[in-house]
């Protein structure tokens, strides 16, 4: 554990107190980004929108970006000549002369994250596809807020060793949660970080009953309102795998004392033990508005970024362990995670894969965990002391492949859409 106070950090050099910060928006047209924008918008006098970065759905960022004025657009996906169109009509509509720059195609999030007008990148991307992303924005020295957990997970120690310290933010509701508490107290005293868990959809199913679920069930899930991938990794618990994972990179905490309960209604967004047998626990509506305005205001908070909870009314909060016999991708993940540098990386992509898979009725629910299991199994990982970051690309498309030729699926790699098949950053 890092012998270093956990007191609340000061302000970042280059973010003066109560400053107007620039935010580049990456994922700004999924779950994550939408509510970023919303914040942002209700806050003009602390934030301003400086671009935004979407993957596919150019109608509503060029939305986005009239509303906002952002002046870098990136899109990775689709048409750039109708996102242009678009952003031309609605601006002639609102009687404005707008015309952002617009970058178009896969390395369009990384030249966003790096643009120099920004100080604050919140990476809201699905997937590792945001490692590189992430990267930039740390390399072009921003504060990162990040909620898109894959690309530390899958990068490790070199998205640690890229990041300068209190340069790393965490927007996932539970290391936001962590990062909070550990505010009551030095590193020294703390004894274990205890990671929250809604339980999922399937919380208290059989294995059984598992193999009957479908794609539609597997989305809804009973707190959290958020994207496919994460929303289906909260039902196999993956998603707490990752955050496990997560968890131990962030705060230098040992994987074993990164603890898991279940704690279906998740008012109680994580909590730190302490030495002293004190527990800390940071408690508020299930609204992930709060993570991001800490996240891109950090460490300041920002007012009235969410309702507060009421305790005016009776509650009834719940807390059981994990089953990890029918869910094994938490002990699959822990055991992963000592392995080698790349195994997380591994994990992951087969995950990514086979999630995809299971949407599109290629392999049943249990068999999404069990692929991840046995792709997991196969790998040769790399070790800490001597991984590179073609190292961790080349991982995750021998993992892609081979998690597609297990589900009997083509493992061209050309047609690995979701990997980070996107060449080296420059
Ligand atoms: N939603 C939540 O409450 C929480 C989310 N997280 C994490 O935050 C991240 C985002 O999750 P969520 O918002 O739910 O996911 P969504 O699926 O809702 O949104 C994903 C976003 O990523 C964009 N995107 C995809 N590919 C690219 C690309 N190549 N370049 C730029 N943007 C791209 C999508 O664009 P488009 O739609 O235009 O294709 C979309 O805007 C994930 O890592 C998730 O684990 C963590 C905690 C809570
Ligand atoms: C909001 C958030 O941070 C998600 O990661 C959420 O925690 C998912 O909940 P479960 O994975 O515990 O179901
Ligand atoms: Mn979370």
């Known amino acids: 554990m890092r012998d270093a106070s956990f007191a609340r950090p000061a302000l970042p050099q280059f973010l003066p107190p109560q400053s107007h910060r620039t935010v580049a928006v990456l994922g700004s047209t999924g779950s994550i980004g939408t509510q970023a924008l919303e914040l942002m918008a209700r806050n003009p006098e602390r934030f301003s929108v400086g671009a935004l970065a979407a993957g596919n759905n150019w109608e509503l960022l060029a939305e986005q970006a009239v509303a906002t004025r952002a002046p870098l657009i990136g899109l990775a996906n689709s048409d750039p000549a109708a996102l242009e169109a678009r952003i031309a009509e609605l601006a002639a509509q609102t009687g404005i002369d707008y015309r952002p720059q617009i970058i178009c195609g896969e390395h369009a999030a990384a030249e966003v994250a790096a643009a120099e007008h920004c100080n604050v990148l919140l990476n809201g991307m699905t997937g590792s596809i945001g490692l590189l992303p992430t990267l930039a924005g740390l390399e072009s020295g921003k504060l990162v807020a990040l909620a898109n957990k894959e690309s530390l997970i899958v990068g ?19 290391h936001s949660a962590i990062a909070q508490c550990l505010w009551g107290g030095t590193s ?20 059984e009953q598992l193999a009957a679920v479908s794609p539609a069930d597997a989305l809804d899930h009973p707190v959290w309102k958020m994207g496919k991938v994460i929303t289906t990794n909260s039902a196999t618990l993956v998603n707490k795998a990752l955050e496990v ?106 995950n990514e ?48 492949t081979a998690c597609r030729t297990l589900m009997g699926q083509p493992s061209n790699p050309d047609q690995l859409t979701t990997s980070l098949n996107v060449g080296k950053q420059n």
Not at 379 to 392: F, K, M, T, Y
């Open 188 to 207: 020294a005293e703390v004894r274990a970080l205890i990671l929250t868990a809604s339980g999922g959809p399937f919380r208290g199913y059989t294995a």
């Open 156 to 174: 490790g120690a070199l998205v640690k060793a890229a990041a300068a310290p209190g340069q790393l933010i965490p927007v996932d509701s539970e």
């Open 245 to 350: 994972v997560e968890a131990h990179l962030l705060f230098d905490v040992p994987l074993e004392d990164c603890r898991v309960v279940v704690h279906p209604e998740h008012l109680i967004h994580s909590m730190v033990e302490f030495t002293d047998g004190a527990v800390l626990a940071q408690i508020s509506q299930p609204d992930m508005r709060l993570p991001i305005a800490l996240g891109i205001g950090w460490p300041e908070r920002i007012p009235a970024a969410v309702s507060p909870l009421s305790f005016a009314e009776s509650m009834n909060w719940h807390f059981e362990p994990v089953d990890h016999q029918t869910f094994p991708a938490i002990t699959l993940a822990r055991q992963a995670a000592a392995s080698s540098a790349t195994h997380m990386a591994v994990y992951n992509a087969a």
């Open 353 to 400: 894969e086979a999630v995809h898979a299971f949407h599109d009725g290629l392999i049943k629910f249990p068999e999404i965990v069990a692929t991840v299991t046995r792709v997991v199994e196969q790998h040769d990982g790399v070790p800490a002391e001597r991984v590179s970051l073609d190292d961790v690309l080349a991982a995750e498309r021998w993992a892609r």
